[in-house]
């Protein structure tokens, strides 16, 4: 069975057809879906890729949250469905709240676009149940507002649930806790600022995204499978 | 309904970081302003509200800031009706 991953375009996504690209590569099938749509039409797994949704006006993914697309997110996410934020995806997943904390500037003011290395915390989550814990890759950022930041009850919460799913070795951003990536309480939604997509092939200089691609696929295959 | 003018300030929580204010902050001495600290940046949200008094003005700005204008997760705000 193929499973069908379902990747959200807003107004101002860009990297959904990178997205689409790397899951076809690796035998998923991918479909847009419209962020006015109120419905995730039976796909098996969401991503909500990176970009400037609705433009980023007022904050990072602010007014994305509200599109009717993001209800029907949501409800996929409660009944366990697997749902990656990706950049500003995970920034629309915070500010939805299917995600604590939010996205800071970064602590140097500046742009950054370049590959960093990212230490693998957990493989209970739909993101990394293929790779290894301890594992190290290199996988690219691209983005101003990277700055992972949360009151101290969430990052202990999220410390003591082991929900901190990659963890940048060189903090690039000022991160919080060097956090490149979370989930939530059951692992099925997970946020992370670096593109795995753009990491998905030797030619873009590294194929580390692999393993976080095929975990998703994985858990979409689970997941189709088990509403069969 | 009288029109009441909202000005909404939407800063920093105390114990977020707040890099543009830091950095402004650093770059004051270079003009010799060797006597500044605490600088922080925010956003100022102006707007025209119909509402019955100024009270309720207040109750549903407030409520557009919990809602949207403001992320509580990082940032206070403070709403100001005239």
């Not at chain 1, 069908?4 to 990297?15: A, E, K, L, M, S």
Request: proline share 5%; hydrophobic share 45%; aromatic share 4%.
């Amino acid at each position: 069975m193929t499973a069908r991953v379902g990747v959200v375009r807003f107004p101002g996504t860009n990297c959904e057809l990178d997205v689409q690209y790397a899951v076809e590569q690796l035998g998923g099938r991918a479909e847009l879906l419209w962020h006015g749509d109120d419905s995730t039409k039976g796909v098996d797994a969401i991503v909500v890729p990176g970009g400037f949704a609705h433009g980023d006006y007022l904050r990072t993914g602010a007014i994305a949250r509200f599109s009717p697309v993001m209800h029907a997110v949501g409800d996929f996410s409660r009944t366990g469905g697997p749902v990656v934020g990706i950049c500003n995806g995970f920034q629309v997943l915070c500010e939805a709240r299917l995600l604590p904390g939010a996205l800071q500037k970064n602590a140097g003011l500046k742009f950054l676009c370049e590959t960093v290395a990212l230490r693998v915390e957990t493989t209970s989550t739909a993101l990394t149940s293929e790779a290894r814990v301890g594992d190290v890759l290199r996988i690219p950022i691209n983005h101003f507002e990277g700055n992972y930041s949360c009151d101290e009850r969430t990052l202990a919460e999220l410390r003591a649930e082991e929900r901190v799913v990659v963890r940048y070795v060189d903090n690039p951003n000022g991160s919080l806790d060097d956090i490149a990536g979370i989930c939530n309480a059951t692992g099925n939604v997970v946020g992370l600022m670096p593109h795995p997509e753009r990491a998905s092939d030797a030619l873009l200089g590294s194929s580390d995204g692999l393993v976080l691609l095929k975990s998703l696929l994985a858990a979409a295959t689970s997941r189709a499978t088990m509403l069969v | 309904m009288p029109a009441f003018h909202a000005h909404v300030e939407v800063t920093h929580l105390p114990g977020i970081a707040d890099p543009a204010g830091a950095t402004v902050e650093r770059a004051l001495p270079a003009l010799g302003y060797t006597n500044v600290a605490q600088v922080h940046i925010g956003k100022t949200i102006r707007l025209v509200v119909d509402a019955p008094d100024a009270e309720s003005a207040r109750e549903q700005v407030t409520e557009m800031c919990e809602r949207l204008l403001a992320n509580p997760v990082i940032e206070a705000y403070e709403v100001v009706i005239s």
